[in-house]
């Protein structure tokens, strides 16, 4: 049932008015957005959230202008979460937001182990990320099959889920899906009510189930990667290369919401962790904090497994131009699994032709049926076994 209390929940008091509205960043990144056409105030907002970010993800750094170029990276990525008009990255040689990406990006990665000559693998995997989160900021996701695609990926198992949604080099590959998988469910664990204001389709308890009569899997979740982070924190802080990768783990799962003037988090009431309001909805329409809502094109019939809603579609332009620049746009392999995202899906399941929120309370992406989503709880409470097996080192005395 939808909630329609506009008040917080809680008995703190609200104060919207902060002692000062300054932004505070380094005085290199003040001429940055300068030509975006962002207003001044949203462009001191972004800039102040990209270094506030940054500095809790990576408190310590041995190179200046690669972290600057962290935060600027981490610009393009919160302005796409709100406006993708801004950063279309299927068009080619384009500034983005005023900034030279393909600069920016071998000052990030130049030099690293992820950046060899013919491999700029984490590059294609920040490019990857700033055209899906575009996509899923856009008016364009009603017809997009790109984003139909993605949708239906994401759904498909836990496993694609994690995978789909970050990776490194420093790591071993199930090293790695185990230390995505932490820091995502902390993270998405925190983030549950304001992700589903937003509508979002990215938070592993819209498949997993997280509230209601599944409040339990939520918290049981977060518990478990809880204990896995600071049992690897134990057995690995002394070694300098985990230790930034537990730090970056530790902060995103949690102190960020509570830090950040993003999520506003004591002044509005600890909003972040409590169940969303009709007016916290509306304030992420507008884009209150920098949020997104992603709205449900009206009229929009839901279809079950077994529809072709994007088989069916028309041919799509965009989709076929990022296709044919997988090289520089998708990381590796994520072409085949958009062209099979429609194969072999739960007939039960909901899929439909576009994406969003269509009422109070729910996320935007694929609706799993029971079978589906007690698939996704017995991935979840199967984290134990995984982190074992990837990092046996935890276990020994
Ligand atoms: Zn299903």
Avoid at 111 to 118: E, I, L, V, Y
Avoid at 190 to 217: I, L, W
Avoid at 233 to 247: F, I, Q, V
Avoid at 356 to 374: D, N, P
Wanted: proline content about 3%; aromatic content about 10%.
């Amino acid at each position: 049932m939808a909630n329609t209390n506009n008040t917080p929940q809680n008995d703190l008091v609200v104060d919207h008015k902060t002692p000062k509205e300054t932004r505070y960043y380094p005085s290199e990144l003040k001429n940055d957005l300068k030509d975006s056409g962002l207003a001044p105030r949203v462009i001191e907002e972004t800039l102040a959230c990209a270094w506030e970010y940054t500095r809790c993800i990576i408190p310590e750094f041995t190179n200046w202008g690669r972290y600057l170029a962290f935060v600027r990276a981490t610009v393009i990525c919160i302005v796409v979460e709100f406006d993708e008009t801004l950063v279309d990255m299927s068009v080619e040689d384009r500034l983005v937001l005023g900034y030279d990406v393909d600069a920016v990006l071998d000052t990030l990665f130049g030099g690293t182990r992820a950046n060899g000559p013919s491999n700029d693998a984490m590059s294609r995997e920040l490019r990857c990320f700033y055209l899906m989160t575009g996509d899923k900021a856009s008016s364009r996701r009603d017809i997009s099959q790109l984003f139909s695609r993605y949708v239906s990926a994401l759904a498909s198992s836990p496993r694609a889920w994690f995978r789909l949604r970050d990776t490194d080099a420093l790591f071993t590959e199930p090293q790695l899906e185990l230390l995505v998988e932490v820091g995502e469910t902390l993270y998405d664990a925190v983030a549950f009510h304001k992700h589903r204001a937003e509508g979002e389709v990215c938070n592993t308890f819209a498949d997993a189930g997280g509230s209601g009569p599944d409040k339990e899997v939520r918290s049981r979740a977060f518990a478990r990667c809880r204990e896995v982070l600071w049992a690897m924190d134990a057995k690995m802080a002394r070694s300098p290369a985990h230790r930034h990768a537990l730090n970056f783990l530790r902060s995103f799962g949690g102190p960020v919401h509570i830090m950040m003037r993003r999520y506003r988090f004591v002044e509005d009431g600890m909003i972040v962790g409590r169940s969303e309001t009709e007016d916290v909805v509306s304030k992420a329409r507008q884009h209150d904090k920098l949020w997104n809502r992603v709205d449900a094109k009206k009229g929009d019939t839901a279809r079950d497994g077994s529809g072709t809603d994007v088989d069916n579609k028309e041919p799509d332009l965009h989709y076929e131009r990022v296709m044919e620049q997988g090289n520089r746009l998708l990381f590796s392999g994520f072409v085949d699994v958009l062209e099979k995202a429609t194969h072999d899906r739960c007939e039960t399941c909901v899929y439909r032709s576009s994406y969003g929120a269509e009422f109070m309370e729910e996320f935007g992406g694929v609706k799993l049926c029971l079978k589906c989503r007690q698939q996704w709880k017995t991935y979840l409470e199967g984290l134990g076994d995984r982190a074992v097996a990837a990092f046996p080192e935890i276990t020994s005395q």
